[in-house]
């Protein structure tokens, strides 16, 4: 125990480091734990156990008790429908919890897509930090840090405890329909920075979860609409797309969610969620991962529409997936459970003396044991294990006293700093304006949020809809635009197509890689983020301070200008 507290003092020292001081023989002593568990496990138990599945409400109703009686899931996936208020967040968490303790199952994973930017689910009671790329382009690894360990933490208290994030796909495609801003950028050195953030949401209590792999960057199919084809070679992968994957890996990293991507270079049959090539021979024996792997929900049309006639469930598993994730409840999951089950009973799991299934039951069990699911009041199975208890109640200690740290020091204050250095110009740097030029400037605004701000500084703005009468009369020196979209952009070509004489200022808050407004007097200033402070910071940044916008970090050529 004396040492257990000198390492707890230790870990408390380390602001930005997670040290991998664990029990002698931890892995080991979850092994054991984990098999004991399995082996008093029925087959239906066990089949369900690798099914995530979706609620209907944002509580406890008689569909999401059905469905823990009747699949038995070893988790649940919540979207922007099911969570509410703080309160209600952490009602529905412990009545899910506690109905699978009712029936005797194991404590379930929770888990969310919270990635920041314009992927938040949860609205209330988490901290709404920029999204990936704006975080990127801090170019800071210890913002990407707290950003993850806040966010973890924050999960957690509601009774989040899986974390679908961060993404480690390199955004090397500018036409990539999907990942674009919610990667944290375009190269080796931003894929530092969510690495970076994975070590910090490793701490904060929620785990997080690496994804898309082997990498969704070079991609220009959304694999929710179809599917993507990469013809890439595995040596041309591990020279870019491979890299962030191999080093999150080595960095301790315990869950990972496989792509809906076919690379035909590497199995010319089936899709990364579905292939034994990618997910055993690649991910697991070469790459030497040994944690958990989820697949993307399983209702993508890339999946869904293309191998319908195949019994995917079983495919994964058998390709070395643990967790089968649904975004659906009722016949999708009973057809997915039934499935798995048919398998069960026909010993299709069995591989050359392994039962792949429970292979998969064991690394999700042991995941669970890990992040202390078993030593809650949610649990129906009581450990017996004294230096496992020490172990969680030690980490779940540290994890409290470093997120009041935070509180201390400001954490909407810190979401400001961030917001504000995400703040990029293209493609030059630019000089925020004086007050002088501002008098000059006509400002015309959509978002909400910079309509409040600009009218808190007692400045008029304008629509889209009235202000061609407006520069008929008006002969200020520029105009000011917020954009979110390639429509916003259409619409201010048009506006601008003879104002070549005014400068035209562009406050863009959506993706960079559209096709912008050309020519001299046209300058872009990017938030990469839609959240309320990164929409502030963005306004203040270009009218309110002293100290030049720095162009961004967009490894592209030929987007906007030729």
Request: with cysteine; hydrophobic share 40%; charged share 30%.
């Amino acid at each position: 125990m004396k040492k257990i507290l000198f390492l707890f003092i230790l870990l408390l020292s380390c602001k930005n480091k997670i040290l991998p001081y664990e029990p002698e023989n931890f892995d080991e002593k979850l092994n054991i734990l984990a098999t004991k568990i399995i082996s008093k496990m029925t087959d239906e138990e066990k089949a369900g156990q690798v099914i995530h599945l979706t609620i209907p409400k944002n509580y406890l109703d008689e569909v999401a008790i059905s469905e823990i009686k009747k699949i038995k899931p070893g988790g649940v996936i919540l979207f922007g429908i099911n969570l509410g208020k703080e309160n209600e967040i952490r009602n529905l968490n412990k009545s899910l919890q506690n109905e699978a303790k009712l029936n005797s199952l194991l404590p379930l994973l929770i888990s969310t897509d919270q990635e920041g930017g314009r992927v938040i689910r949860v609205e209330s009671s988490v901290t709404s930090f920029p999204g990936a790329m704006a975080v990127g382009q801090t170019l800071k690894k210890d913002f990407a840090f707290d950003v993850g360990f806040i966010t973890s933490f924050e999960l957690r208290r509601v009774g989040i405890n899986l974390l679908l994030a961060p993404i480690l796909d390199i955004n090397n495609n500018p036409e990539n329909p999907v990942i674009n801003t919610r990667s944290f950028g375009m190269d080796l050195i931003s894929s530092e920075i969510a690495i970076a953030y994975e070590k910090g949401a490793r701490l904060g209590g929620a785990t997080p979860v690496i994804k898309h792999f082997p990498g969704h960057g070079d991609t220009t199919v959304d694999s929710h609409l179809g599917l993507p084809i990469i013809q890439k070679t595995e040596q041309e992968l591990e020279k870019l797309e491979l890299i962030p994957f191999k080093k999150s890996i080595d960095d301790g990293a315990l869950a990972l969610m496989s792509a809906h991507i076919v690379y035909p270079k590497l199995d010319e049959e089936y899709p990364s969620t579905l292939s034994k090539k990618i997910l055993t021979n690649l991910l697991r024996n070469k790459m030497n991962y040994k944690g958990v792997i989820i697949t993307d929900a399983m209702e993508m049309d890339a999946i869904s529409k293309n191998f319908q006639d195949k019994k995917t469930g079983t495919l994964a598993i058998q390709a070395g997936a643990d967790i089968i994730l649904l975004t659906s409840f009722g016949k999708n999951s009973f057809y997915y459970y039934q499935m798995i089950l048919d398998s069960i009973k026909n010993k299709e799991f069995n591989f050359e003396g392994v039962n792949l299934l429970e292979e998969s039951l064991k690394r999700q069990i042991k995941l669970k044991l890990r992040m202390g699911l078993f030593h809650t009041s949610h649990s129906s199975i009581k450990l017996d294990d004294k230096e496992l208890e020490d172990y969680i109640k030690l980490k779940r200690k540290q994890t409290k006293q470093k997120y009041e740290e935070y509180k201390k020091s400001g954490i909407k204050e810190l979401n400001q700093k961030i917001s504000m250095e995400a703040i990029k110009s293209f493609k030059d740097n630019l000089t925020p304006l004086s007050k002088e030029e501002i008098a000059k400037s006509i400002f015309v605004f959509k978002n909400e949020i910079l309509q409040s701000e600009i009218s808190k500084l007692g400045l008029v703005f304008f629509s889209d809809n009235t202000i061609k009468k407006v520069l008929k009369k008006n002969k200020s020196d520029r105009i000011i635009f917020d954009s979110k979209d390639q429509n916003d952009l259409d619409n201010i070509k048009k506006i601008i197509e003879n104002e070549s004489k005014r400068e035209i200022l562009l406050l863009h808050i959506g993706s960079p890689f559209l096709d912008f407004p050309k020519g001299e007097n046209v300058k872009i200033i990017f938030s990469f983020s839609p959240t309320k402070e990164s929409v502030k910071a963005i306004l203040k940044r270009s009218i309110d301070s002293e100290k030049q916008i720095e162009r961004a970090n967009l490894k592209y050529k030929n987007i906007f200008y030729d």
